[in-house]
């Protein structure tokens, strides 16, 4: 069965630094793109992050410069790395899985397969 876990998550003060981990199990990341999004209360879901199978990533205006997306595929594993974090960056965040490679379209949810559970991240004084 595919599934994606995230973890990671938790309470971090603003301005300080958080990694979350994707883990995939099930079948094998190498040949898949990794999305991760978050999704505040009351807020949609949005793009955060992209890389795909060819280490080519995308970011979101919003966390360039602080976030840092990358695999390791001996492990299965894609990591989010996230560097002077903000209160609007709390939310659950989520990892997602597809076989294509995504142009212009990494931020839309519609054109992911596979979704994990979700990873809660709070930036709190």
């Known amino acids: 069965q595919l599934q994606l876990v995230e973890s990671g998550g938790g309470l971090v003060e603003p301005g300080g630094p958080l990694r979350l981990s994707c883990a995939a199990s099930?079948?094998?990341?190498?040949?898949?793109?990794i999305g991760w999004f978050r999704q505040a209360p009351g807020k949609e879901r949005e793009g955060v992050s992209y890389?795909?199978?060819?280490?080519?990533?995308e970011h979101a205006d919003s966390v360039k410069g602080r976030f840092t997306i990358s695999r390791d595929n001996a492990k299965n594993t894609v990591y989010l790395q996230m560097n002077s974090l903000k209160p609007e960056d709390t939310g659950v965040y989520y990892c997602?899985?597809?076989?294509?490679?995504?142009?212009?379209?990494?931020?839309?949810?519609?054109?992911?397969?596979?979704w994990g559970q979700g990873t809660q991240v709070t930036v709190s004084s």
């Open positions: 099930g079948f094998t990341l190498d040949y898949y793109s």
């Open positions: 890389i795909n199978n060819r280490g080519e990533t």
């Open positions: 997602a899985a597809t076989s294509r490679r995504l142009y212009g379209s990494w931020h839309m949810r519609r054109n992911y397969d596979y």
